[in-house]
């Protein structure tokens, strides 16, 4: 997640004229209108795949952030949704980027909203193959038995939620 998510022109996508804010007929709400063609720009919240790759001795892969925002903080990998994926496929392909491990056997874990920055977080559980090393936007990869997250500095509240939740669901025991 490098940029802010509604970062969106001033400007008509279809005919660059100017927008302003106004309640289309028939709407509740506040939108973006073209004061040309009176198109109506929605913003909706943004789906974000991310996965919780477990290897075969019970440890899980979380990868240490290059990038704002909290640079630095370890997170499971993750990012936005390309159109023509699926959550499925998107958490793959961000586990591969970030951490350049294979998972399969993707398990949904629990979705998560956050209001700000207008996201939806879709987390899985996997099973991780093979050896993760650093990736794209990332510094280090680190694997962490359940007694070890490092919880003071986990990147988001969704990071420390999911985790709290795979350790409720999956690690026998708890
Ligand atoms: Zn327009």
């Known amino acids: ?11 008509c996508m279809h005919c660059g ?3 302003t804010t106004a309640v289309p007929e028939g709407d509740s709400r506040r939108r973006l209108v073209c004061v040309g063609c ?27 952030r290059a990038i704002e925002p909290r640079i630095g903080t370890w997170v499971f990998p993750g990012g936005f949704m390309d159109l023509g994926e ?13 951490a350049c ?5 993707l398990e949904l874990l629990d979705v998560y909203t956050r209001l700000e920055p207008g996201v939806v ?3 899985y559980v996997a099973e991780a193959v093979g050896q993760a090393e650093a990736g794209d936007e990332t510094t280090e990869v680190g694997w962490f038995a359940p007694d070890a997250i490092p919880w003071d500095d986990l ?3 969704t990071t420390h ?3 709290h939740a795979w350790i409720e669901r999956f690690v026998p025991g708890q």
């Open 101 to 105: 491990l294979e998972v399969r056997n």
């Open 17 to 19: 004229d100017r927008l």
């Open 38 to 64: 009176g198109f109506v720009h929605y913003l909706n919240p943004r789906p974000v795949a991310g996965v919780l790759p477990v290897r075969a001795d019970g440890s899980v892969l979380l990868v240490r």
């Open 121 to 123: 977080v879709i987390v």
């Open 86 to 98: 699926t959550a499925e496929e998107a958490g793959v392909r961000e586990t591969r980027e970030e």
């Open 1 to 11: 997640m490098s940029s802010h998510p509604h970062q969106f022109s001033r400007y």
């Open 155 to 157: 990147s988001f509240d």
């Open 161 to 163: 939620a999911a985790l």
